[in-house]
């Protein structure tokens, strides 16, 4: 495996913003990731904290090879053992943005994937893929003009998290694949702290109601390792043992979503080292201003305008093209 050399990685995460010295519907009857209210926010309402974000929104270059040299470069370091572990938290956004921004422009993704090297293709593909089935979703849908009353936190750390999922598959017999990839489109992996516009909460998103059925919910509602053995259970009552589909049918009553949690899944299985990427996304969220990235300290307790929102937090806004 190529090792990324530390002059790249320079070159890699810098930005204009900053200089590296280097030598996410529905759970059990809900939505995902939780969807906030729409309600229009008081003024007494609190904003977010006055600190800013501790890295920059990643720009990425322009020139179609250049991506592409980038997403290379950022896919070998990711599954590269030499990797400083400080730098993940970057690679992982860097990867994100570059995901997301190529799923809205066929045109531009095709340019990509010409200049990617082989072995990344059918990475690319599957990734545009999860995603354009999460943007068919809401196709057609407003935009919101709020930011979420969500808290954004730490995740667990990711030994404990694939330990989990590995406990929960082991005693369910469903993938521990499909487990992460369902923490990872519901909650980033338990980075949002929120409760939907139907009640569902915690890491896996369950409602209450749905927590309380026996033989499903069993301690903390909002413990990751309670939720993540209690989704497992539940995908094997919604018959996710005989059609996996059909489990996460029940988790969420969406195509889209069962196709997206999949394909998530299968780059899982293919390459368990897929993981320190998915495990180091960040929170985004479709907004009427563009995909606003809310990071880890972001705490809203009730929505709040964009518009204000960006007023005090500008480095949230995606740069400019």
Known sequence: MRVVTPPLLVTLLASAAVALAVTMEKPPGSSAPPVPSQEPPRAEDSL???SAPPRSYPRLP???AAIASQLDAVETALRSAATPAELLPELGHRQQVIYRRLATDPALAARVRGSLPVRWQGVLDRHLAARREFLAMHRGGPRSRFVPAWRIIPPEPAADLLRYYREAAAATGIPWEVLAAVNLVETGMGRIDGVSVADAR??????PSTWAEPGIGKGDIRDP????NAAARYLVRRGGLKDIRRGLWGYNNSNHYVRAVLLYAELLRMDP???TGFYNWEVHYASASGDLWLPVGYNQPRPLAVTTYLERFPASAPPAP
Not at 202 to 207: A, E, I, K
Not at 225 to 228: G, L, P
């Open 273 to 275: 080292q897929a993981f």
């Open 202 to 207: 915690g890491p896996m998103q369950f409602l």
């Open 48 to 50: 977010p904290p006055a």
């Open 225 to 228: 390792q309670d939720a993540i």
């Open 62 to 64: 322009g020139n179609p």
